[in-house]
Every structure is written in C-alpha cells, then in structure tokens.
C-alpha cells in the first residue's frame, strides 16, 4: 500500500494556485467488494439498464430512462426530495433528452461505504456504463489525510483532512486507515492509505445544502434546475468564450504584460486550445489590463468558460468573496478556480456553493478544492489546462474531460503528490455540461 509521499513541486506549479507545495496524502477505504451491501442489493446481480429483469428494483431506486449507452446516478436527499420533485423530473428529463441513462436513488443519510458499495453495484449492472453521479442535499462525507508542504522549503510537512469525493470516483480502489492514524476532526470514515488501482471510474458532483437550510437549498436547487433547462434549450445568452482573470500575475510595463499575455495563451501552463481561440481574452493587473476589469467582464457575460488563479479561502476567491456574489450578477457557465479551500464544505456558507446557487449567478458548474490546493498536476499529456480544454473543444463533457485528465499517470513532481492534486477536488453542478 502507498503511504504518505513527499514531493516538493517546482515553481511554476506552486504559482497556478496557493503558492503552497503539498506532499502526496494517501488515504483510503478497504475494496468495494469488502464493504456492506446497500439495503440488500447484490453487488453480482446484473440489472441491465436496457432490458426489463425479473428481479424487481428496491423501492428506493427509480429507473428513468434506461436505453442510453451512458447512465448518470442521482442521489437524493429525500428531506428535499417533496420541494425539488418537479425540477428534479425535469432535470431527469433533461438528461434523457441529452443521451443518458437516469437512475434515482434516495439516500437516508447511509454511511459513506454503504454509498460507494452501492456506486460500485450500479457501475456493475450498468455493464460500466455509469459516467457519474450527482449527490443532491445533505451528503455522507468521507475524509482523506493529505500531507503538504508550504512554499516555503524549510517548512515541516503536515497533514490535513480533506472532504474528499475522490472515495466515491475510484469505486475498485483500497481506502483504509493504517493503525496509527487517528482522524484530526474525529471523523468516523477517515481514511490516511490509498492502495491498488487509483484511476477514477466515475466523475462525482453534489448539489449542496445551501446555508444549511433546507427550505433555502429547495429554493435554490429548483433555481438550479431552471437555469439548467435554460442553457439546455438554447436560452442563456453567454456566448461561447474563455475568459482567465489570473491575480499572481502583476505587469509593470508594456513589455511585461505582452510577455504575461503570451505565457497565457500559449505558454507551458495555457488552457490551450481555448486560450488559443479569437474569443479568448486574458486579465491580469498592468498598465492597460486589471483584475477588476476581468471580473467585470465576467458579470457582463463575456465568456461561457472562466478559470481564475487566485488565494482564497472557504468565503472567497481571490478579490471577489461571498458577499460580492451576492452584490454582482456572475453571468459564466463554468467558474474553475485554483483558490484553496473555496469548495470547503464543511463550512454551510462556503464560496463555491454561492456561486452556483445565488440568485444572481448564471453558473452551472463550478470547480474548487475542499481545502488548501495546488492545481491538478501535469500528467503525460501535459498541463490539466491544456488537457481539460483538449477535451472540452472536442466536445466532451466536463465530467468525461477531468476523467481523461486523472486517469493518466501524472508526471515529476506531480506523481508524487497525486493524492493532494485528487482527492480535495469537487464539482458543484452539473458535469454533464457540454460547451463545444
């Protein structure tokens, strides 16, 4: 089993993100095939999605649509599940408009392993046609120790506890805790080794407790589900764009900011083939661009794709906070931001949940980290930018484009802090968005 790794990473990885360097955090959970079965379901019986089966489904999972050659699970919080029911059928039918297979599944608060079983069942019936799964209301958190470095090289390593989704993407890997390991929160599934195959088989999202109200989250998933319908007929009026806002970069003359620009667009680190596009546009404070004016850009609608470089924390993004969200219309379809911990969902009013659900946002997904981060590495392929937007420009989704990027072996220095650049990532949103 892999233990804990140390790796320090070069200089231009610690500037995409919190200017910290992070060791690689094995952590884990004993194989799908150990761990209890959901309520009865046998994790051998296969349930063709296709065909009718003489074994009845359990109550609580609910076929949709069953004839398409990739499935999305949604997972539900039935405390939400009488508010959001005719959003969710549209969304439900929505995605079944859109190719996929829709399976429901109401979860009463189960432990995270009786969920990842369950994953792994549904993965298995679907002959591996699952692609993702989307948890909607309150969630089962499983927690993973991954150790990291600060910028600093004297700096001592030291742990931290992320949510991490990561325990339900790799639905065949081993998560365990070693003997010593003891949870810092005093978490029940906590996990500090991640053993066997690590590659992901499905991409995961959640759609979040909103302020940890449920009658709010109602209200803002059902908002959710407008906007998304939204997009999907053709209505949202962003038009198609990448738009970086980078706050590491400071140009201080002319010359300088041509250099930034270029290193943007087509530099080692550039979300080519987006950034390379006629309607990309770049923001970076010098003496004819700024920040603000990037951010102001993204609320006039300029781009359907933001990525932002910035510090932050569980209430802000760099210069814009919660409290901004809630000021300013957030019109972009896709907000990816390197800021740590924006995604920390242990804190109910976390950023990345603001803007997705705010009244004044138009964003559909949404990428952070659940705690301190430093980007997604750079594998075999290249850049995760570079990667990602390879893969959405060819039309694939979001979901289907962070897979093909985790599940290539990462390269120096990144291989060797794999478990920080995964396992603190989320989605909040709808991955199954296409852009291209």
């Known amino acids: ?55 009845p489904l359990p109550s609580y999972e609910r076929i949709v649509c069953g004839e ?40 009463d608060q189960p432990a995270p392993p009786d969920v990842r079983a369950y994953l792994a069942d549904l993965f298995a019936r679907t002959a591996q046609k699952l692609e993702g799964a989307i948890f909607i209301g309150r969630t089962p958190y499983a927690y993973q120790s991954v150790a990291f470095m600060s910028g600093d090289p004297g700096a001592t390593p030291r742990p931290q506890e992320v949510i991490s989704f990561q325990y339900y993407s790799d639905l065949d890997g081993e998560f365990s805790a070693s003997p010593e390991y003891r949870s810092p929160g005093g978490h029940e599934y906590s996990f500090d080794v991640h053993a066997g195959d690590t590659d992901w088989e499905i991409w995961t999202a959640v759609l979040p407790l909103y302020r940890d109200d449920e009658t709010q989250t109602v209200a803002a998933v059902n908002r959710y589900f407008e906007k998304n319908r939204r997009h999907r007929s053709g209505q949202s009026g962003i038009p198609e764009g990448f738009l970086m806002i980078t ?13 930034f620009l270029n290193v943007l667009r087509t530099g080692q680190y550039a979300w080519t083939p987006l950034s390379t596009a006629p309607n990309a546009s770049f923001y970076f404070d010098g003496p004819t661009v700024s920040v603000e004016a990037g ?14 470089e ?3 924390d569980y209430t802000m993004s760099g210069r814009i906070s919660r409290e901004w969200v809630r000021d300013h ?26 803007i997705v659900y705010n009244p004044t946002s138009e964003v559909l997904v949404g990428y952070g980290s659940t705690n301190d981060s430093g980007g997604v590495g750079t594998n075999r392929e290249g850049f995760y930018g570079h990667n990602i937007a390879v893969r ?45």
């Open 1 to 55: 089993m892999r233990r804990i790794l140390n790796g320090i990473m070069g200089l231009a990885f610690i500037s995409l993100a919190c200017n910290i360097t992070l060791s690689a955090a094995s952590t884990s959970t004993a194989p799908a095939a150990a761990e209890s079965a959901v309520l009865q379901v046998s994790s051998t019986a296969t349930i063709p999605l296709t065909t009718p089966t003489a074994t």
């Open 68 to 107: 398409q050659q990739t499935v999305v699970a949604l997972l539900v919080d039935p405390r939400l599940l009488g508010g959001i029911r005719a959003g969710l059928d549209s969304f439900e039918a929505d995605l079944c408009a859109g190719g996929y297979g829709v399976v429901e599944r109401t979860l």
């Open 247 to 259: 706050e590491h970069y400071v140009a201080k003359t002319a010359a300088e900011q041509a250099n």
């Open 295 to 308: 951010y102001a850009a993204m609320s006039d609608g300029a781009a359907d794709i933001t990525v932002v």
């Open 310 to 312: 910035a510090h932050g």
């Open 329 to 354: 219309p957030v019109r972009t379809l896709v907000f990816w931001t390197g800021a740590c911990s924006v995604g920390n969902l242990d804190y109910p009013e976390n950023f990345l949940t603001e």
């Open 392 to 436: 959405v420009a060819a039309g694939k989704n979001l979901g289907q484009a962070f897979l093909g990027h985790v599940n290539v072996p990462l390269i120096p220095p990144w291989d060797a802090s794999r478990e920080y650049h995964f396992a603190l990532s989320v989605f909040i949103g709808d991955p199954t968005l296409r852009l291209r």
